[in-house]
């Protein structure tokens, strides 16, 4: 299989390098990096990296999807599937699924539910939009876990956003929670409370949410934004979400975390 992956950032390259050690035949594209994850080639523009492939991965991050997808498209024949798995509202997915259906292509909406560095390729993905039954089969074959969740691109980052609400609001009770503790001495007591309740894996979980989120703050503030749009759009209440995106704001502010997430 001949997959493109466009953006060599921290999850892209993490794919780059798991499929091409699956047999995939890999090419990249990232104007900001020079060498490639060993077995991958690196293209010169976005067009030479999508001519000719099976499978398009875009992981170029929300803010540059759309100029990749314009770029991408000339040189798409029509036979392969575009897969965005950048993190972005559901109205963002819609409009760059109409864009590349107006050329033909095939689109899939794909959210990533974990982080990827954990997991590594074995990540599982959540499939939505016209392209997404064709997407299946290809990722299965490669050994990548992954639910289609329906036809109408959006839906998947939808289903993300919600399920952030969640991860990212249990984060910042966690911060919350052992700030204080800090403040008496009891962080030790308070943090195996907290992670005696999330069950025989809570201590890992606490782990991860402590280690991981002032790093990934800046990407994660962004994504609650789009989050909170999305619980508007529903007309739902957003009392949590709102106090984590400050959370997470402070956390952004501190040394070393706009840098990680660049």
């Not at 953006?7 to 993490?14: D, F, P, T, W």
């Not at 293209?43 to 999807?65: E, F, M, N, Q």
């Not at 984060?171 to 409370?193: C, K, N, P």
């Amino acid at each position: 299989m001949r997959v493109a992956v466009l953006g060599l950032g921290e999850a892209g390259s993490i794919y780059a390098a798991d499929l091409a050690k699956r047999g995939a035949t890999v090419v990249a594209f990232d104007p900001a990096v020079f060498r490639a994850p060993d077995g991958v080639s690196m293209a010169p523009s976005v067009a030479d990296a999508v001519g000719g492939v099976d499978v398009v991965l875009s992981l170029v991050g929300a803010r540059a999807a759309a100029s990749v997808l314009e770029a991408a498209l000339p040189a798409l024949g029509g036979s392969e599937v575009y897969a965005d798995m950048n993190t972005g509202g559901p109205d963002a997915k819609r409009s760059l699924s109409t864009l590349a259906e107006s050329r033909q292509i095939s689109f899939v909406d794909v959210a990533i539910l974990a982080p990827v560095a954990r997991a590594r390729i074995r990540t599982p993905l959540l499939l939505s939009g016209a392209g997404a039954e064709r997407l299946l089969p290809r990722l299965e074959e490669l050994g990548i876990p992954a639910t289609d969740v329906g036809a109408e691109a959006g839906l998947a980052a939808s289903l993300k956003l919600l399920r952030s609400v969640f991860m990212k609001g249990l984060a910042g009770l966690v911060f919350e929670s052992l700030s204080a503790a800090d403040l008496i001495g009891a962080r030790d007591w308070v943090q195996q409370q907290i992670a005696s309740e999330l069950g025989p894996n809570g201590d890992e979980l606490v782990q991860r949410l402590i280690g991981g989120t002032p790093i990934h703050a800046v990407r994660r503030e962004a994504e609650m934004r789009d989050a909170l749009a999305y619980l508007g759009s529903l007309g739902s209440p957003s009392w949590m979400t709102q106090s984590t995106i400050e959370w997470l704001r402070q956390l952004a502010a501190q040394p070393g975390a706009a840098q990680a997430d660049g």
